[in-house]
């Protein structure tokens, strides 16, 4: 009897604080997708919850004056400044803070889809998912870490860095990048069909790229727009990547 | 999922184009119905005949030696009609009776050859028939998707169809002015280089290059244009080389090729 005396008192203590949380948690049990679009830096984490979390301890939640009032140049429903909304399997995540506030840092299961767009000129981080993942930004650095892919990115002005734990063989993988470098590290043995273009740049590599036999013409081509088509361990998924005016650095694990 | 969904679905499931869950479903389908179980085993053996008899064709060979062993049967019956045979002694008639018979058996081998050569060319086109139609709805149909890698898997499956119709070539121009990722756009336009001789894609390069605004499209289609030799597109090029929001390399780009084009 003595000893359940703490636990009841723990459970109460562990109660009371949840209720003071101001977390936002929205469940994802039947989403396939999460669309997150953000004017903000976009910090996207895994955890072992089935839901979408946008917690108290590392978002800035609106001002104690506006609880209870509706907001006149965006959308809110979760008291962040963040419009949550459930379209069928996709979840749609708008943050409607300005650029320079503090970043917006979710929580997802690592096997969720994202796409994730920085509607004006921010960085995107994104780690540990094992999903598609799509990231967008214009003048923003987007680093992916640990990923299987496939993924896809469009960087107009910053630079990509992206680290593969494992290249997923589902679909294709695409980084454009107009402005910036890109750097990619991918596991040695990984199997792809790598298509390779640094009009303006330079390719840099440890791979054991193979090149593909092309017509003459096409060589000609290839040439005038440094463009490589190789095969790596006897080919596989295909990867596109393209830095229009930066370097490309592909390295092996 | 019934049995018509899990049909239309098995070629995605076994291209590993479902997601999580619809693959979940088809697998599971599949454990429990037999029906299922046998569409999908023919599937597998469909694609795997595909790929194992592409290279399999008529042996010229084989037709020519059959015809000149026609000519040679015909030329014995010739003869037989002509003149009667009359064998002076029982050892000949049977030594003639021998060779007929054997003449008559590889005769027989080798037309039965040639007619089994004859169905396995009817069977190839069939299966390529069934190839392209496969690729073709799989093609349209991920062009739908949601998914940018899936657009970009349907652009790289109608780069393997050697005559893609109209529609395709349709859905691709979509796809390279109107998606909303470059990386799909680029992916298309590069796949319709080599279709780059029709009108209809020459226009709509045309197109893309007046609309498109993001500087790596913007370097893939001057080139393609000029590659081409697309006179048409001198006027844009033009433009876009006194627009001062170019940026430098664009311009650096289009004036090397303009030297090129005019």
Not at chain 1, 153 to 170: D, K, P, Y
Not at chain 1, 188 to 197: F, G, L, P, W, Y
Not at chain 2, 24 to 33: D, Q
Request: charged share 30%; net charge negative.
């Amino acid at each position: 009897m003595k000893l359940k005396k703490p636990i009841a008192l723990i459970t109460i203590i562990f109660l009371i604080f949840d209720g003071f949380s101001q977390d936002y948690v929205h469940s994802t049990k039947d989403i396939d997708k999460v669309e997150i679009i953000a004017n903000t830096r976009i910090i996207l984490k895994t955890h072992n919850n089935p839901s979408l979390l946008i917690s108290d301890s590392e978002n800035k939640h609106i001002k104690k004056g506006a609880l209870g009032l509706k907001p006149t140049f965006g959308k809110d429903n979760t008291d962040f400044n963040v419009f949550v909304e459930q379209n069928n399997s996709t979840l749609r995540v708008e943050s409607f803070q300005p650029r320079i506030a503090d970043p917006l840092v979710i929580y997802l299961p690592e096997t969720i889809k994202i796409s994730v767009e920085s509607r004006i000129n921010n960085d995107i981080n994104i780690s540990d998912f094992k999903n598609e993942v799509e990231a967008k930004t214009n003048r923003g650095d987007i680093k992916i870490i640990n990923v299987k892919g496939p993924v896809i990115v469009e960087n107009a002005r910053g630079n990509t860095f992206i680290v593969f734990e494992e290249v997923s063989q589902n679909s294709p993988i695409s980084i454009i990048n107009s402005h910036g470098d890109i750097d990619i590290t991918i596991p040695e043995n990984t199997k792809a069909d790598i298509e390779v273009s640094v009009p303006r740049g330079e390719l840099y590599t440890d791979l054991e790229l193979i090149s593909v036999e092309n017509s003459e013409e096409e060589e000609d081509k290839m040439r005038s727009t440094r463009t490589i088509k190789s095969k790596l361990n006897d080919g596989g998924v295909s990867i596109m990547i393209v830095a229009s005016l930066g370097n490309i650095y592909l390295r092996k694990e | 999922m019934n049995c018509k969904e899990i049909k239309y679905l098995i070629t995605y499931y076994q291209d590993n184009n479902l997601d999580y869950v619809s693959k979940t479903l088809v697998e599971e389908h599949i454990k429990s119905c037999s029906s299922c179980t046998q569409i999908h085993q023919e599937f597998i053996y469909l694609i795997d005949t595909i790929n194992q008899i592409q290279e399999e064709l008529p042996d010229n060979d084989l037709e020519l030696a059959f015809n000149d062993m026609l000519a040679k049967e015909k030329e014995v019956l010739k003869i037989s009609k002509s003149r009667v045979l009359k064998p002076k002694n029982k050892l000949l008639k049977s030594i003639l009776k021998v060779a007929a018979a054997l003449l008559l058996m590889i005769s027989s081998y080798l037309f039965g050859s040639y007619k089994r050569n004859t169905s396995q060319i009817n069977e190839i086109a069939i299966l390529r028939q069934e190839k392209t139609k496969m690729l073709t709805i799989a093609t349209l149909s991920l062009m739908e998707n949601e998914s940018a890698s899936k657009r970009i898997q349907a652009v790289k499956y109608s780069q393997e169809l050697e005559n893609p119709d109209d529609e395709i070539l349709n859905a691709l121009i979509n796809e390279m002015l109107y998606d909303k990722l470059v990386n799909v756009r680029l992916a298309a336009a590069r796949a319709l280089e080599r279709f780059s001789e029709n009108n209809m894609v020459k226009n709509a390069y045309i197109q893309a290059l007046r609309t498109e605004e993001n500087t790596s499209m913007q370097i893939e289609l001057i080139e393609i244009l000029a590659y081409i030799k697309e006179m048409r597109a001198i006027p844009k090029m033009k433009e876009l080389l006194n627009d001062e929001n170019t940026p430098i390399f664009i311009k650096d780009q289009l004036k090397s090729e303009l030297k090129n084009l005019i």
